[in-house]
């Protein structure tokens, strides 16, 4: 029996290790503050893997850089903080030794979307008598940043920031009888602003008295009621001390060139409370 032994041959086909890499990404797509951003950076050319760098420069403020599995890409993803120009540059080195270097340039703009302060007057108040007001706000993105932009609140009236940053709250006991103004400054978290001037006028002693009535409930339950006022008829506060047992309550505590909105709830045995009755508005000369 003859046997034949052929020859092998193995053909290793590849990039020569001399041959250059070269960078084919020559720009990259801008951003925007709080919204998503993902580049890719490619390479070609000379033999893998392929090693990456930031050569000089800095990434966006929130964004990082991966290099892909097969090492021919570096991807740029995160989410964009800070509003500015960032300049840097990307270099890549083939298994080689060849080098291949560009340089970028992303523009990161504040969010596009406006942020609006919403409450356009505040209501006037009376020495030593509880003062409440908020100011709102919507748009943009949150969390935002407050601060009384010029002036002053009236002395004894303190603001503070609501949980959801959405609002600022005034309230306190004002001490001092005069008018204030001052103007309320809101930054949204990708850099849109907006102010708004206000003038509220402090009096010595009330010189009107608002007289509500509403109809008893038919519930045999019902043990008493409570009265709410609000300034804009979204934002409430329980203006009576203790449950009223009539249908009639007096209010001495307002302030001139105010409007006020009024409802009355009924509590029953229990402890619990109906929904508001619908709305009055007062308006004080």
Not at 25 to 45: D, E, F, H, Q, R
Not at 125 to 149: D, E, L, R
């Amino acid at each position: 029996m003859k046997s034949w032994l052929l020859p092998l041959l193995l053909v290793i086909l590849g990039s020569p290790c001399g041959a250059s890499v070269a960078i084919a990404t020559t720009s990259l797509p801008n951003g925007t503050v709080n919204t998503a951003y993902s580049a890719v950076i490619k390479a070609s050319g000379g033999c893998t893997p392929y090693k990456w760098a930031i050569a000089s420069g800095a990434l966006p403020a929130g964004v990082t850089s991966k290099v892909s599995s097969t090492t021919t890409s570096l991807n740029l993803v995160g989410t964009p903080t800070t509003a500015a120009t960032y300049s840097f540059a990307v270099k890549v080195t083939g298994c080689g030794g060849s080098v291949s270097q560009v340089s970028y340039k992303v523009i990161i703009q504040a969010a596009t979307s406006g942020i609006a302060i919403t409450t356009a007057s505040l209501p006037n108040g009376t020495v030593n008598t509880a003062y409440a007001a908020v100011v709102k706000a919507s748009g943009g993105c949150t969390p935002y940043k407050w601060a009384i932009a010029s002036g002053a609140l009236p002395a004894g009236v303190t603001a503070k920031v609501s949980s959801t940053t959405t609002s600022l709250n005034l309230v306190g006991t004002p001490t001092t009888a005069t008018t204030y103004s001052f103007a309320v400054k809101v930054t949204a978290c990708g850099g849109g602003v907006s102010q708004v001037s206000y003038k509220v006028i402090i009096q010595a002693t009330a010189n009107h008295v608002v007289d509500l009535s509403w109809k008893a409930s038919a519930s045999s339950n019902v043990v008493g009621y409570n009265v709410y006022r609000s300034s804009d008829a979204a934002t409430w506060k329980r203006i009576n001390a203790s449950l009223t047992a009539s249908t009639f309550y007096s209010d001495s505590n307002v302030a001139n060139s105010t409007t006020y909105y009024y409802a009355a709830t009924a509590v029953d045995i229990y402890g619990h409370e109906s929904s508001k009755t619908a709305a009055v508005k007062a308006v004080i000369p």
